[in-house]
DNA sequence: TAATCAAACTAAACCGATTTATAACCGTGA
DNA sequence: TCACGGTTATAAATCGGTTTAGTTTGATTA
């Protein structure tokens, strides 16, 4: 594995290496027109390729940024990556995307892992476990993104969705349809923010139309739990006729718990889920859902991050929260059709 | 953004440079259980991380491997990327994931960047058009795995599926129920070895049969004229009563027109499709599809890809072809249900 | 007393780039 | 002939680690 170097070139090209490194950087001007063509034939003979690495460590600057996600299986996490690697590789940076897995350990492996390699900043959709740490790495001006879910005890930019407002239209929707039991399926785990604001949302909602709040129909689902929760939910005597899942795996938990036991959307149940995901439109019953637009998200974080590691005048950069709007899609799984999915 | 440099621990614990790197690379040897003492005090006080790409540009090892995927918005490549992921974190490696995008321009520029950052190793889907740029760098003793797509001009390590197989399986499976008008949707494009296995998977089954193949039934699908040509395939005189699609976005392409048309699977044609995702089972018509071991491709890849980054004798390596088998999932898009997905 | 040796540690070279300070060259005007 | 300035090119330091060859120290041996 002969790599050839950037002092290859030169003694091909009968110059010092600096020069050399003038001609890749595009630093002309002290340069005749004759070395820069006799430099361009050696790279071009040789095939070289600048090591990255070595500029890195001389730079302090390695063009590339990690993102952590919470949890890969959410068609949201693919979604807002893919979002971030656009954007950063038009701008001329790579990604290397960390999958948490809803793990604090492995979250804070990761944030070790990403600082070691360098990177120039991280977006990341954290736990909240490692929040102190996070905190310690924006303090000493490291570019930190946090997307998804927000935390007022960190001073940095943030990008997420009006959850509260989102979940607000999904129960407005179901009730304005007449539904007064309406169920909420969440993920069990520790209380964040994207989970909090949703909830607010429901309860918000259900007191503006004066529905009486019934604990019961709220049901936290673990990877242990989730039949035996769907089960006490739907065997109650008096058991809802709606149901609002509040992310994209909740939704398949429930839509995969119902087709077992042969429930119907809607006949025997409406739904709406949070979070649009590729196939939501070719379900059995096509489900209604509060969209975020994931890509978005991912591309703003992105840009923020790039923003914030590209300006040198530390000083002049305040902080940023972007708040997306979501929108109601309408489809069938609630009992009826509209023309468009305009709320 | 201070950074602690080996150096700053040194000077902390009243020991050389030299003294502190043999400490971090656990070679314990010849250091005296007080210096030793010393040093780990030093490191945990000033919060010292060692810096990989200066240790990189010294060991000339980066500890990162690239994974080009053809095209991400496959559920596919997002399941390969998982276990190549799982495989290498495991074993200390991370990953920088890259979407060609179909497009060999992108892939090109791909392969060059990986380069310069200098990765350990590729694993790559080819789109087939930068082959000898491949070619050129697994001759220079550069390690690259191919999966999914077969290629004969590139002597190196390939995982892939047995696409002829389980293509057979599939049209015998339909013609088992009495189909003898069975259509076959592919994308356009190059025709790299997954498309012409699976066409021949078909045709072979056909052949078998003694059912005469009808080239009118075989469309190649773009992102321009998805629609003519599934609506040219439906409104035949002697519409086919099958339909096999041969990559998940096929899938997805052709279930969006047919409910668009209000077509019933099964009722008013039967379909099988290549790959298995997530929601497939929750479809209008739960989808029966031919599946490969998607996860475990990713896995054998990188195990693959590792093998060979680790081994130091280049010699005694042997290139080795891992061909997974395919199965057959019968669900309820072929009109009639059994109780297991074994073929 | 001097030579030998092992244990414990270090100076300096190196990886492959960038950059700063400086040098060589050439033509011009005094 | 020499000083000067502008143009073009280079030597050497640097980034933060690893590693090799070598030094220091104190004890042991001849």
Redesign the pocket.
């Known amino acids: 594995m002969v790599?050839?170097?950037?002092?290859d070139v030169?003694q091909k090209a009968?110059?010092?290496?600096?020069?050399?490194?003038?001609f890749?950087?595009k630093r002309y001007?002290?340069?005749?027109e004759?070395?820069r063509k006799r430099i361009a034939q050696a790279i071009k003979e040789l095939g070289?390729?600048?090591?990255a690495?070595?500029?890195s460590?001389?730079?302090?600057k390695t063009n590339t940024v990690g993102v952590i996600v919470a949890n890969i299986l959410h068609p949201f996490s693919t979604a807002v990556s893919r979002g971030v690697e656009d954007y950063c590789q038009k701008h001329g940076y790579n990604v290397i995307l960390c999958n948490a897995d809803d793990n604090p350990n492995k979250e804070r492996a990761y944030i070790h892992m990403l600082q070691m390699k360098q990177v120039d900043g991280i977006i990341i959709a954290s736990t909240g476990a490692n929040n102190e740490l996070l905190k310690q790495e924006i303090d000493r001006g490291f570019p930190v993104v946090l997307f998804d879910r927000r935390f007022d005890d960190l001073e940095t930019d943030m990008v997420y969705s009006d959850n509260r407002k989102g979940a607000y239209m999904a129960i407005e929707h179901l009730i304005q349809l007449g539904h007064k039991r309406i169920a909420l399926v969440a993920p069990a785990g520790p209380l964040l923010s994207v989970r909090s604001e949703r909830l607010e949302g429901y309860h918000e909602a259900l007191k503006k139309y004066g529905i009486p709040a019934d604990e019961h129909l709220i049901k936290f689902l673990s990877k242990t739990n989730t039949y035996t929760e769907l089960e006490s939910l739907w065997s109650m005597q008096n058991p809802p006729t709606a149901v609002f899942t509040i992310n994209d795996l909740m939704a398949m938990e429930v839509l995969t718990y119902f087709k077992q036991k042969l429930v119907r959307i809607p006949e025997d149940i409406a739904m709406i889920g949070f979070d649009d995901f590729p196939t939501a439109h070719l379900l059995a019953s096509p489900l209604t859902v509060v969209a975020q637009p994931t890509y978005d998200i991912g591309v703003r974080s992105a840009e923020l991050l790039i923003k914030h590691i590209e300006n040198e005048d530390k000083q002049s950069l305040k902080y940023v929260q972007h708040i997306f709007p979501c929108q109601l899609m309408i489809r069938e799984s609630c009992g009826f059709r509209k023309k468009n999915g305009q709320s």
């Open positions: 790599k050839v170097r950037i002092i030169a009968g110059v010092s290496k600096s020069t050399v490194s003038q890749l950087n001007e002290f340069m005749s004759e070395t070289f390729q600048p090591n690495i070595a500029r460590l001389k730079m302090k």
